[in-house]
C-alpha cells in the first residue's frame, strides 16, 4: 500500500503543491511534542480545571442519589398506605390490584438502591492527583 502524504495547499507559498510523507510528518510532530516542557501555570489551570470538573461531578452525584432517596421515602409512604388499604378492603379483587402495586414499588425500590450503590465517587485525593 503506498504511503499516505500530505499536500500543502496554501497559495503563493513556495512548496504548494509539495508532498510530505504523512509518517515523517507525524513523527516530527510527535518528536516537537515530546520536547515541550509545561510551564508551572499550565500545570496550575489544568488542576484548577480538573477540580472544577470533579467537584461539577460530586454535585451532580449528591443531586442524583438525593433525588433516588427522596423517591425511596415516597414509596415507602405509598406502600405503608396500600398495605394499610388492602388489610382494610373486603374486595379480593380490590386487594390483589393494591398488592400488585406493592409489588411494582418494590422493584422500583430495588432498582434505585441498585443504583444508589453504583453512584459511588471516591473523594478526590488532591495531591496525589496533582503528581500524576
Same mark, same amino acid.
Given at each position: 500500500?503506498?504511503?499516505?502524504q500530505?499536500?500543502?495547499?496554501?497559495?503563493?507559498?513556495?512548496v504548494q503543491?509539495k508532498?510530505i510523507?504523512?509518517? /515523517?510528518?507525524? *513523527?516530527?510532530f510527535?518528536?516537537?511534542?515530546? $520536547?515541550?516542557t509545561p510551564?508551572?501555570?499550565?500545570?496550575?489551570?489544568?488542576?484548577?480545571?480538573?477540580?472544577?470538573?470533579?467537584?461539577?461531578?460530586?454535585?451532580? *452525584?449528591?443531586?442524583?442519589?438525593?433525588?433516588?432517596?427522596?423517591?425511596?421515602?415516597?414509596?415507602?409512604?405509598?406502600?405503608?398506605?396500600?398495605?394499610?388499604?388492602? #388489610?382494610?378492603?373486603?374486595h379480593?379483587?380490590? #386487594?390483589?390490584?393494591?398488592?400488585?402495586?406493592?409489588?411494582?414499588?418494590r422493584?422500583e425500590?430495588?432498582?434505585?438502591?441498585? $443504583?444508589?450503590?453504583?453512584?459511588?465517587?471516591?473523594? /478526590? *485525593?488532591?495531591?496525589?492527583?496533582s503528581?500524576l
Amino acid at each position: 500500500m503506498p504511503e499516505k502524504q500530505s499536500r500543502k495547499r496554501t497559495k503563493g507559498c513556495s512548496v504548494q503543491g509539495k508532498s510530505i510523507p504523512r509518517d /515523517k510528518l507525524e *513523527n516530527q510532530f510527535e518528536e516537537m511534542l515530546q $520536547n515541550l516542557t509545561p510551564t508551572a501555570g499550565t500545570f496550575e489551570l489544568a488542576k484548577l480545571m480538573f477540580d472544577e470538573a470533579w467537584e461539577h461531578r460530586r454535585s451532580d *452525584n449528591q443531586a442524583e442519589v438525593s433525588r433516588h432517596k427522596s423517591r425511596q421515602r415516597q414509596i415507602e409512604k405509598e406502600v405503608r398506605s396500600l398495605v394499610d388499604r388492602a #388489610a382494610r378492603t373486603q374486595h379480593d379483587e380490590t #386487594a390483589r390490584a393494591y398488592e400488585s402495586r406493592v409489588a411494582e414499588l418494590r422493584s422500583e425500590t430495588a432498582l434505585l438502591e441498585e $443504583n444508589l450503590a453504583s453512584q459511588h465517587i471516591p473523594e /478526590k *485525593n488532591s495531591v496525589k492527583c496533582s503528581n500524576l
